[in-house]
C-alpha cells in the first residue's frame, strides 16, 4: 500500500511555512496588508493567522478532492492537476480587484503562486511503498 500522505502533508506543512515567510518579507517590505473592497468600511486586515489559516485550508480541501478523485477514477492525479491549476489562476484574480498598496498586493498574490507550486507537486506524488520492501510468498 502506497503513504500517499506523507508528500500531501509534508506540501501543506512546506506551502504554510512558504506563506509565511512571504508575509513576513512583505511586512518588512512595508506592505500593510489591509484590502479593501472598495467601501472604507469593507477592508480587511490579512494577520499572519489568516494567512496560515487559509493556506491550510486550501490544502486540506485539495487533498479531500484528491482522495476523492482518487476513490472515482484511474486519471484522479490527471483531473485533479487541472482542477488545482485552475482554483491557483483563479485565486488571483482578487488582486486586480481590490484597493491595496502594492507591496501587498504583490505579497498575495506570491503566496497564492508558492502555495500552488509547493502543493501541486507534491500532492501528485506517489507515497513510497513498504519502504521498498518486496514480499515473498511463503
Known sequence: MTANWRPRLLGAVIATLACTLIWLAGGAAGAAFVVSFGDEHASMDVTIWAVIGSVLAAAVAGWVLLVVLELLTVRARTVWTVLALTAAAISTLPAFSYEADTETKLSL?????????VIIPLFRRRGSSAAGKTHQQP
Open 109 to 117: 498574490t506570491f503566496m497564492h503562486v508558492a502555495a500552488a507550486a
